[in-house]
């Protein structure tokens, strides 16, 4: 898991973030919460993620299902599921994305068959979270935080310790009957989520233009009503904020990188009116554009 600002706006499709090197390809992440609200948007990826919530109320959308997670707990996504998260200001989290094949064997074994199969398969999976009420949990997080502080190291020995600490975390997520938590996906699921991934691959490439409900309804082939319910309902925002969203947070990028005028950024990224661009710039930050380029 990475921030937007790290990926191209069309990562809705695929994130192309590169996770590590060729010859260790795993990676760590950490967000310590500042005075706003951090959203990191739909994204997928062939990698593995298994995230940390150290503290703070976590906002999270999988696969189009809204998802609440209270901290401490740990959750696991598997490969190619779409995920979005909110951040809260006062949030600490961590987060391990590394391709899965650092795991294989050479030869077959019925266990780590059932571990690919849910790893990689296209069948829904239900999002897997770990509580400190599981016996396990102590397990977990001690061998999540060594991956997560040792993954970067290039010394070999070391890199083969990290190998061996993510087969202990993955014995414990069997431990829990994870492998077991498939549900079959209905055709016209498959369908919607497609559509939304489309959908907002297109918000993405068009954020700077005019956007619409009627557009995008149109786009999904929904009626206007049952669009909003859809969008919010899958999004846990509606498409108005979502798209306002986005369009602060590629706008933010661009004034740290003091470039262009502050008046000229809201433009670019779909802003007519400057002083409603600025009411929402304030309330999302907290501060003024100018004062966030500043700081």
């Known amino acids: 898991m990475v921030e937007n600002k790290n990926k191209k706006e069309k990562s809705v499709k695929m994130e192309d973030t590169k996770h590590g090197s060729n010859a260790f390809p795993i990676a760590s992440y950490r967000y310590n919460g500042k005075n706003f609200t951090k959203l990191l948007y739909a994204h997928w990826h062939t990698e593995v993620e298994v995230l940390c919530f150290e503290k703070g109320r976590f906002i999270l959308n999988i696969e189009t299902a809204p998802l609440v997670v209270e901290s401490p707990a740990m959750l696991l996504i598997p490969s190619k599921m779409v995920h979005s998260i909110s951040l809260p200001g006062d949030a600490v989290e961590s987060a391990i994305v590394f391709n899965a094949e650092i795991m294989r064997f050479a030869y077959y074994d019925k266990l780590q068959s059932n571990l690919y199969d849910y790893l990689y398969s296209t069948i829904r999976r239900t999002p897997f979270i770990v509580k400190p009420e599981y016996d396990g949990y102590t397990k977990i997080l001690e061998d999540f935080e060594y991956i997560r502080d040792n993954c970067k190291t290039k010394d070999l020995k070391a890199q083969f310790n990290v190998k061996i600490k993510i087969l202990d975390l993955f014995m414990e997520f069997e431990r829990s009957g994870i492998f077991k ?115």
């Open 181 to 295: 938590n498939l549900e079959l996906n209905t055709p016209f699921e498959k369908i919607r989520q497609e559509k939304l991934k489309e959908l907002l691959e297109w918000i993405h490439d068009h954020h700077s233009g005019p956007l619409s409900i009627s557009d995008a309804s149109k786009r999904m082939n929904f009626s206007e009503a049952y669009f909003c319910r859809f969008f919010k309902k899958a999004m846990n925002m509606s498409f108005t904020e979502y798209v306002n969203d986005y369009r602060l947070q590629m706008a933010a990028d661009d004034i740290l990188r003091g470039e262009k005028q502050i008046t000229e950024v809201a433009s670019d990224h779909g802003f007519d009116n400057e002083s409603y661009f600025f009411r929402l710039f304030k309330k999302k930050y907290g501060i003024t554009p100018l004062k966030y380029r500043q700081n």
